[in-house]
């Protein structure tokens, strides 16, 4: 069971940025692909963003397009979410997770990080 811990979050204003992390347990070379999602309060989970591990392709939902960006360090077993000009509809629980290639659905799962950002 691979645990993943996120950190970073927090209370910000508008135009502030965070920076996200999700550690995991063991070597995130071995989780073939990462991602955030996010789940404001009252809503549905949402994908944020997501990385592949040997060829770094990313992917992300539009309305964080040129403002967040996805990485991975898996000399740290890291992911990170830099999190730029951030808005008050950014504000919600933000979650790690990741999958081993050949999964069909995303298995690790961290509790998830807090992020606030004020008008």
């Known amino acids: 069971q691979v645990q993943l811990i996120e950190s970073g979050g927090g209370l910000v204003q508008s135009g502030d940025s965070l920076r996200l992390s999700c550690a995991a347990s063991e070597s995130t070379v071995n989780i073939y692909r990462m991602a955030w999602f996010r789940q404001a309060s009252g809503k549905s989970r949402e994908f944020v963003a997501s990385i592949t591990g040997r060829s770094g392709a990313t992917n992300y939902v539009d309305s964080v397009k040129g403002r967040f960006i996805i990485s991975r360090d898996d000399a740290k077993n890291t992911m990170y979410l830099q999190m730029n000009s951030l808005k008050p509809e950014d504000t919600a629980v933000y979650l790690c997770?990741?999958?081993?290639?050949?999964?069909?659905?995303?298995?690790?799962w961290g509790q998830g990080t807090q992020v606030t950002v004020s008008s």
């Open positions: 997770t990741g999958r081993r290639s050949g999964s069909a659905v995303f298995e690790y």
